[in-house]
């Protein structure tokens, strides 16, 4: 996703898209659902987006035809929203493969508005039928990984993938219901692999020192839900009684958890910064225990990111690179054309 987002971290990344005509995506949130529309869509209809020009390329050479979507799972635990797969049903000249409806309940009226629009979509599925169209996906259910096996006639290639069907316990219905494997597999073929698991933070070196607290287990920063770091250490019970660090905040997924959509993630951003700016009013203490009247801000930090050789892009900065962006992809015929490296963001500044 990074890769034909343009993020510079992954801009070379290179998948043979070209290795065959299957492909495995693991897991069953927004992002697997993402690489199979990417994987699937015409390739036409992207180049008129904003999608990175390299990925474009690639997938103008793409030979894949079907997609499996797989997860150990069912439809009532997946991680995936109604709009995304309803948009991926969407798909012109791309059918859905008939999945196990067994996991839904006999009576899908009586789940809760969201599960239901869900479940509704996936018994509706798409208007065209496999065989009828050149491309497919489907929602392997119920499938944990076990190998990734090489092709049998290039052995540094992969040609197949081994899966343990599962079951659910307590029940399938039971949108906590744990997956256990039943000693059955199954395999597909599969020329291409991508992983779309989940996330979870880690604390950065030096947090210890800097005594700021990591809880390993969850992957968070413990906070007072409002975005301020308390001391995961305390003898509170509750983190939201424990009192704040000075001048420590978080946000995101470092904050809650690797959780919801880009909306809420921004509505968690807002409560951060509110906080900062109530603490601020407040006159509370900033800078890891500093006095009051001492607030240095960018000038605290000036002199560390000069010897490092960093450099600094204001938003005024980056208003200049959004406009070089989308001036380039106007010649294009596209909302915008994306720098995929550092170096040419700044070039633009210079």
């Known amino acids: 996703m990074g890769w034909y987002n343009g993020l510079p971290e992954y801009a070379d990344l290179k998948p043979d898209l070209s290795a065959g005509e299957e492909a495995v995506v693991i897991g069953q949130g927004n992002v697997a659902l993402d690489v199979a529309r990417i994987l699937l869509q015409d390739v036409n209809t992207l180049k008129s987006t904003d999608i990175a020009e390299h990925a474009t390329e690639a997938l103008q050479k793409s030979k894949v035809k079907r997609v499996r979507v797989a997860g150990r799972r069912g439809p009532m635990q997946a991680a995936f929203t109604i709009k995304e797969v309803r948009e991926q049903m969407k798909l012109p000249d791309v059918a859905f493969h008939s999945w196990d409806e067994s996991l839904a309940p006999q009576d899908i009226k009586t789940l809760p508005r969201v599960p239901r629009r869900i479940m509704e979509v996936l018994k509706k599925g798409s208007p ?39 079951t659910l316990l307590p029940d399938p219905f039971d949108t906590s219901a744990k997956a256990l494997g039943t000693g059955e597999y199954v395999t597909f073929p599969s020329a291409l692999a991508f992983r779309s698991i ?3 933070s880690e604390a950065l070196p030096g947090f210890t020192e800097l005594g700021i607290p990591f809880d390993d287990r969850r992957g968070i920063i413990p906070n007072d839900h409002l975005g301020r770091v308390v001391n995961g250490n305390s003898s509170w019970t509750n983190e939201t009684q424990a009192p ?48 009051e009247e001492r607030r240095d801000g960018w000038e605290g930090l000036e002199g560390e990111a000069k010897s490092k050789g960093l450099r600094r892009v204001s938003w005024e900065d980056w208003k200049k690179i959004d406009d070089v962006e989308k001036s380039n992809g106007r010649i294009k015929g596209k909302e915008r054309v994306k720098f995929t490296t550092v170096e040419d963001m700044l070039a633009v500044l210079d």
């Open 128 to 166: 065209l039928r496999p065989g009828d169209v050149p491309k497919s996906w489907s929602l392997d259910f119920c499938h944990s990984p076990v190998s990734f096996n090489s092709d049998s006639t290039e052995s540094s290639n992969l040609g197949s993938m081994t899966f343990e069907k599962t």
């Open 198 to 200: 989940g996330y979870k």
């Open 244 to 291: 704040p660090l000075p001048g420590m905040y978080c946000a995101g997924w470092v904050k809650r958890g690797p959780t919801g959509v880009i909306a809420s993630t921004m509505t968690d951003a807002f409560a951060t910064a509110e906080s900062i700016a109530m603490d601020w009013v407040g006159k509370k203490k900033f800078l890891n225990g500093r006095s």
